[in-house]
Each structure stands twice: as C-alpha cells, then as structure tokens.
C-alpha cells in the first residue's frame, strides 16, 4: 500500500477490504459503469446521490481537473433498474 495511506497505516485493514471477493465486485461495477459511458468515480458518486439519506457528497480535490470531474460524476442519475442492478452485483439484499 502507498505509504501514508489509511491502508498502510491502520494494521488489518488491508487485509480485511482488499479481498478477491472485493475485487471481483469492483470489476462487476466498472463493467457496469463502462457499459453505459461511465467511469467507478461517476458511478461512486451517481450512486451516493440516489440515496434518499445522503444530504451531500463531499468529495476531495487538489486540482482544477479534479474540480471539474467531481462536478461531471455528480450529473450521471441513476434509474431504480440501475440501483437494483448494482445492488444484484455487489450481493447487496434491497
């Protein structure tokens, strides 16, 4: 793990979220977001936004690059088909 990370520094944590079974789950949703013209950084956000509980997102930015992709992520609204798709893939029970 990169050296300042929360990975690297919290002991376990690692080995407790770096899991194939994980993995296989971020390729699921990557193939998901791709499949519709999307990256995993619009489909964190889209996926966030559609949660009736979350007030806001706050996403982290150090450049103006960064800015402008968290603003693009945030337009991508995802249908109720597409939340129980994602549900379907990451083994979730809605």
Do not use: C
Not at 28 to 39: I, M
Not at 76 to 87: G, H, K, N, R, V
Request: charged letters at 25%; hydrophobic letters at 45%.
């Amino acid at each position: 793990m990169p050296e300042g990370t929360r990975l690297a520094a919290v002991q376990g944590l690692a080995q407790r979220y770096l899991t194939e079974e994980n993995w296989q789950k971020v390729e699921r949703l990557e193939a998901f977001a791709g499949e519709r013209g999307h990256d995993l950084l619009e489909l964190a956000f889209a996926w966030l936004l559609a949660r009736p509980r979350v007030a806001s997102v706050i996403a982290g930015a150090t450049t103006p690059e960064q800015v402008e992709q968290n603003v693009a992520a945030a337009q991508w609204e995802l249908s109720p088909d597409d939340t129980a798709e994602i549900d379907r893939l990451t083994g979730k029970v809605p």
